[in-house]
């Protein structure tokens, strides 16, 4: 059974611009959130989809936004890009059946 | 959304030390997960605990969930330098809502 794949692993992308992050959750896995890690900040929750709905939103401004597709796989946006921006962003998903979320290896954004 | 403190924040000992790990919260929790990460990598799941009390071993890792489910500690035994890595909790509120902790970072030297 393939893990939670998320692309692209590694991006640099200037100050000002916007960037779009994929996800595809393991299969049969209707749940994906998304999560931002910073050292100082540690794992900070951004937001979760259902079923190609927002269901849980985390504290970020609306420069940060996400969807969902029918197959699952999400895709995370994030607009005018902000030095601070610069993050592992992971991706989890999970099933119907309780919260055990896996995790993706992430992607790597630096913003510069 | 309710807070998760892990402590010690950091922690670097021998190879072959015993050492726990403490997640602690005001909140009851339904269940709770601990995680390890390796730099660069993705969190991955290593037990579930659900009932008050409950004590889960992964051979040389003892998990326990705290009689009232507002805590939880996490207990190694003879580190190994595989072991180093950042050590996660989640606790899960409601359904499918999930906080994460603080976590702990664990080196183990050779």
């Known amino acids: 059974k393939a893990g939670v794949t998320q692309t692209p692993r590694y991006l640099i992308k200037t100050r000002g611009q916007q960037v779009t992050l994929s996800c595809s959750p393991i299969?049969?896995?209707?749940?994906v959130s998304w999560y931002q890690q910073t050292p100082g900040q540690g794992l900070q929750f951004l937001f979760e989809y259902f079923s190609e709905t927002q269901r849980n939103k985390g504290n970020f401004p609306g420069r940060f936004s996400g969807r969902q597709f029918s197959n699952s796989r999400s895709e995370m946006n994030v607009s005018t890009l902000e030095l601070g921006d610069s993050a592992l962003y992971l991706c989890?998903?999970?099933?119907?059946?309780?919260?055990?979320?896996?995790f993706g290896q992430g992607t790597r954004l630096t913003v510069v | 959304t309710q807070l998760l403190e892990q402590s010690p924040q950091f922690l670097s000992i021998q190879e072959g030390e015993n050492l726990t790990v403490y997640c602690n919260s005001s909140?009851?929790?339904?269940?709770l997960q601990w995680y390890r990460q390796e730099p660069g990598e993705g969190p991955v799941l290593l037990v579930t605990v659900v009932t008050g009390g409950e004590v889960k071993k992964l051979k040389r890792l003892t998990f326990q969930f705290g009689d009232a489910r507002k805590d939880s500690s996490l207990h190694i035994t003879a580190a190994q330098p595989g072991d180093t890595g950042l050590y996660l909790c989640a606790g899960e509120e409601g359904y499918q809502k999930v906080t994460f902790g603080t976590g702990t970072k664990l080196q183990v030297i050779p």
């Open positions: 989890a998903s999970s099933s119907l059946i309780d919260a055990e979320a896996f």
């Open positions: 909140s009851v929790f339904s269940s």
């Open positions: 299969s049969g896995h209707r749940s």
